[in-house]
């Protein structure tokens, strides 16, 4: 039977340009070329107000990592979080009709045996979560993680 040679450290790139992996050198690459240009077209003061935020910026994507995780990762991440539309749900919570005693004009209502509005007894929820649009795939799961989150609360 054949034995083949299993490749470690597969998850470590390779090192292309001395120390540095390609997308580094390519950071760096591009570091210099914002500051060369921004040196030439730009007065000093434009230049420290544009360049140089820039340039750090490419550096930070060269070699800063944040908890293990290389920067242009977490740059990525955030963009994501920042700029995609999230969808929230408001649960609408309603008081059950009751009998309530009759208050001379001007006076705030009492609350019948003294109960908290937020008691689970005299409450009723409804939800209405919006439809997505989509396929009939999209359309299940979206369904499906819906009903889990609404179990979790729950206490299902």
């Known amino acids: ?3 083949f040679q299993v490749p ?3 998850d470590i790139e390779d090192r292309i340009v001395g120390p540095l992996t390609l997308k580094q050198f390519l950071y760096l690459l591009g570091a210099a070329g914002v500051t060369l240009l921004g ?3 730009l007065n000093l003061v434009l230049f420290a ?3 140089v935020p820039l340039a750090a910026l490419f550096l930070a994507m060269a070699f800063l990592k944040v908890n293990g ?3 242009p990762t ?3 991440n955030a963009l994501n979080y920042y700029l995609k539309p999230r969808l929230y749900l408001w649960q609408h919570v ?3 009709p009751r009998a309530r005693p009759a208050a ?3 006076e705030p209502v009492p609350r019948a045996g003294g109960e908290h509005p937020s008691d689970a007894s005299t409450l009723t929820s409804s939800i209405a979560p919006p439809k997505p649009s989509g396929g009939k795939l999209s359309n299940l799961a979206w369904a499906l993680d819906v009903r889990e989150q609404l179990d979790r609360r729950e206490g299902r």
């Open 1 to 3: 039977m054949q034995q």
């Open 8 to 10: 470690q450290f597969i």
């Open 39 to 41: 040196w030439f077209w």
């Open 49 to 51: 107000i544009i360049t």
């Open 69 to 71: 995780v290389p920067f």
């Open 74 to 76: 977490v740059f990525a």
């Open 94 to 96: 309603r008081e059950t």
């Open 104 to 106: 001379p004009p001007g």
